[in-house]
């Protein structure tokens, strides 16, 4: 079974984009991530949240069940592959409210 890496935002993916507070939960992106992590994918939070935001938003999600393999940094087998923990997150897959599909 192959495991990918999902790299997950907070504001605007998991909840509606509220910040500094938090938004009310989006409930389908939600049930996505928990099914992706009972496959046994990897996933980390990516989110520029930091400090007591940070704090308060991986409160919200323990208290969801939403459970993270990394925090705003690389997984220890990404370090490891590469010789060095980039700035950049490394995942197979974004998962933003941001995002931009480009083909081709």
């Known amino acids: 079974m192959t495991k990918f890496i999902y790299a997950v935002d907070f504001d ?4 509606e984009n509220k ?7 989006k409930k389908n992106t939600v049930n996505y991530i928990k099914q992706l992590k009972k ?3 990897y996933i980390i939070l990516w989110t520029c949240r930091h400090g007591k935001y940070l704090k ?4 919200w999600c323990n208290k969801h069940k939403i459970f993270f393999d990394a925090i705003n940094n690389n997984l ?14 490394y995942a197979d897959y ?8 480009m083909k081709g």
């Open 56 to 59: 308060n938003a991986l409160k």
């Open 94 to 101: 974004y998962i933003d409210d941001k995002n931009l599909i």
């Open 12 to 15: 605007g993916t998991l909840v």
């Open 39 to 41: 496959e046994q994918n």
């Open 76 to 89: 220890n087998i990404t370090i490891k592959k590469y010789k060095h923990n980039s700035r950049k997150i």
């Open 19 to 25: 910040h500094p507070k938090i938004g009310r939960i």
